[in-house]
């Protein structure tokens, strides 16, 4: 058993055991565990749009990578995705998971894509934990239930259920962007770079368009707000990041 990491007061990465898994060949910069899901897409959009260096890890989630003991020294939960800063806060490595809380922090090593204002500020965060608590959790199910092993299931009261919730939670959002070109107005934050995945994959990955009801007149706010963000060369190049081969 690898052990875990307690503490971040540590020299190099390799005092990281998941380096030993998956190599740093630039240890300088942050190093992603990810594939690209709609929570993997967060960080890798987020790097991308913020220019900051970084070097890619695919864990592939279909063949357990993210259950083994070398990843979950870094997140004992066995989520994706995963990093390690080597300049984190005083110049100490960092090793973080959750996609919001990793948002956040990038946010806050950066300066961008979260306001200075504090009352801006805080409701960003709440439209991130929106997409964390809600969003993510409800889509997801969505997605099991309607192209994965749940499919299967005679019973479709479940998959109902998870339908009718992520329409509502699409109505929610509709609203927010009603008037605004982003979540938060004209500023283009993490709250979007958390939610733009999650929106796509329900559409497309999961196919449930047409279960939803999301088309440009049910959802009109969402629907250009996607076609923004998907417009953009960081969210391009991020969707793809880290991909399976």
């Known amino acids: 058993m690898i052990p875990m990491m307690q503490e971040h007061n540590v020299s190099n990465l390799s005092s990281f055991p998941i380096t030993m898994r998956w190599p740093a060949q630039h240890p300088d910069r942050i190093q992603l565990y990810s594939l690209n899901t709609p929570n993997g897409v967060k960080v890798s959009i987020m790097l991308e749009e913020t220019g900051q260096p970084y ?28 990093i390690i800063d080597p300049a984190g806060p005083g110049g100490r490595p960092l090793g973080l998971f959750e996609s919001g809380a990793i948002l956040l922090y990038l946010a806050d090593k950066t300066g961008k894509f979260i306001s200075a204002d504090p009352i801006q500020r805080w409701e960003t965060i709440q439209w991130v934990f929106f997409q964390m608590a809600s969003i993510g959790p409800m889509f997801g199910q969505v997605g099991f239930f309607n192209k994965f092993a749940g499919k299967e299931i005679a019973d479709k009261r479940p998959l109902e259920r998870y339908v009718a919730e992520s329409k509502r939670l699409l109505g929610v959002l509709d609203t927010r962007l009603d008037g605004r070109s982003w979540i938060m107005g004209d500023d283009y934050t993490i ?50 990041i880290p991909k399976r081969g």
């Open 191 to 240: 709250a979007d770079i958390a939610t733009i995945g999650w929106v796509r994959n329900l559409i497309t990955f999961y196919e449930a368009r047409e279960l939803v009801g999301y088309d440009s007149d049910s959802f009109a706010n969402v629907a250009a707000w996607l076609d923004r963000g998907l417009a953009r060369p960081a969210v391009q190049r991020g969707l793809e």
């Open 55 to 82: 070097e890619p890890h695919l864990v592939d989630i279909m063949k357990d990578e993210s259950h083994t003991p070398a990843f979950l020294s870094l997140n004992p939960n066995g989520k994706i995705p995963a």
